[in-house]
């Protein structure tokens, strides 16, 4: 009885490990209660090292030369620059107000942030080294999340407690429409068409879908992918799309051909921001309310690996990571 119990345990083992095979670079894990960052190596998927940062790290985006990755301290008020492939920080640029989501414009010349606690969106002109603000602009309740378009002329951006969707005029810096959402709406993702944005909607069970192509925007579709819809990441293939559950504990696969959901996969703890690996095989979620990475096999869409990490870990990402 032992023996037929211990060897399916073994077998599994053995295919997890197989599963688990290395990747290039370091996973790097924000924990926004810690002010830390947990960096997992990718050959024996353990942390080796805490990184600390300022208060409340959230959201991190690679420069545009792929030297660093900038880290957004929200309550630290400012932005922590790190090595992709050391996790060594090279520098912290302070007096960055409430930069809780981040983006550079495909062109490289504008940094945006999203200030949650403060009700502003902050421009800031890119030289390749320093930022300089342009333009902060007052939003309304809790700007959340950014997307930019291809052309970098239109930033679109979340309200999560005023349930609002606004766009703004990169050109004139300029509040350019505004329109209602769902309830809570938090990540956004602009399909490659330039005209379909997807709404994560935290408070409810879909993802709510605009046309921003006219000169008012448009709802044209809800997909219901399960309570507490929150964060997107590209699947890698140039036409899917995940689209993590809060709530449900569930990551939903969306077809952005047919904007209907084609497959799922687990994520415990309140899966939140994710990642999926260069060769489109493992898909790491940070599972918020239990302090784990969790690495799912996407083949199998089962879970082989939880790491523990630090507090209420939000942002993951690693160098070697699937085309956006």
């Not at 981040?102 to 969106?121: G, Q």
């Not at 944005?197 to 006219?214: E, K």
């Not at 703890?269 to 060769?279: C, I, K, L, Y």
Request: aromatic share 6%; net charge positive; no cysteine.
């Amino acid at each position: 009885m032992v023996l037929s119990n211990v060897m399916p345990l073994a077998a599994h083992a053995q295919e997890a490990n197989k599963a688990l095979a290395p990747l290039a670079s370091p996973i790097f894990v924000l924990n926004s209660l810690d002010a830390t960052i947990s960096m997992i190596d990718p050959k024996t998927w353990t942390e080796t090292k805490r990184i600390p940062t300022g208060k409340e790290p959230h959201h991190l985006y690679l420069t545009p030369d792929n030297k660093s990755f900038i880290v957004a301290n929200a309550f630290g008020d400012s932005l922590t620059f790190i090595d992709p492939k050391t996790g060594d920080i090279q520098r912290t640029v302070r007096n960055i107000l409430d930069p809780y989501h981040l983006r550079f414009s495909p062109d490289m010349k504008w940094f945006v942030t999203a200030a949650n606690r403060l009700n502003h969106v902050d421009i800031y002109r890119w030289d390749g080294q320093d930022l300089t603000l342009a333009k902060r602009i007052p939003t309304s309740k809790t700007p959340s999340h950014l997307w930019i378009d291809s052309k970098s002329t239109v930033v679109y951006a979340s309200m999560q407690d005023s349930n609002e969707l606004i766009a703004i005029d990169l050109a004139t810096q300029t509040i350019k429409w505004r329109t209602s959402t769902g309830a809570t709406p938090a990540d956004v993702f602009l399909l490659a068409d330039d005209k379909t944005l997807l709404v994560g909607l935290t408070g409810a069970d879909s993802v709510q879908v605009f046309d921003v192509s006219g000169v008012a925007p448009k709802v044209i579709k809800h997909i219901k992918t399960g309570n507490g819809a929150h964060a997107f990441r590209a699947f890698g293939d140039k036409r899917h799309v995940l689209a993590s559950n809060r709530v449900a504990n569930t990551i939903s696969k969306i077809d952005t051909q047919t904007l209907e959901v084609v497959g799922s996969f687990p994520g415990p703890g309140g899966p939140d921001d994710m990642e999926v690996s260069a060769d489109g095989k493992l898909l790491l979620v940070a599972s918020r309310w239990i302090k784990k990475l969790t690495v799912v096999d996407i083949a199998t869409q089962k879970i082989i690996k939880q790491i523990p990490v630090g507090r209420s870990p939000h942002g993951v990402w690693t160098l070697d990571h699937a085309p956006r």
